[in-house]
């Protein structure tokens, strides 16, 4: 820093200081707790939605965006489905 080696890019300063800077240190173990358990709460939830669909929905597989459309109009009866879909038919489906 004293031999002004380094220029600030925003105002092309040479006056240039350390910080200290710790970005990666808890603060707490409390906090870490608190974040595992809020992470294994959504976990949870997010199998039972998983589970809930699988059994009360009909899995179309990568038809999903031509069985969406019969539905849509009318083509065939109204049922809950899941599948897969890729980026292409995400669109066209919008």
């Known amino acids: 820093m004293k031999k ?7 105002c092309n300063s040479n006056n240039v200081n350390k910080s ?19 992470q ?3 976990k949870k939830k997010i199998i039972e939605y998983q ?8 899995y179309v597989g990568d038809r999903f965006a031509q069985e969406a ?3 849509h109009y009318n083509k065939k009866e109204t049922k809950s489905i899941y599948g897969t879909v890729t ?8």
């Open 4 to 10: 002004k080696l380094i220029t600030c890019i925003e």
């Open 20 to 38: 200290i800077m710790a970005p990666n240190v808890s603060s707490s173990k409390k906090i870490n707790n608190i974040n595992y358990k809020f």
């Open 40 to 42: 294994k709460n959504i």
């Open 51 to 58: 589970k809930f669909i699988k059994e009360n929905c009909r």
């Open 69 to 71: 459309r019969s539905i």
């Open 87 to 94: 980026t292409d038919e995400i669109d066209e489906l919008n």
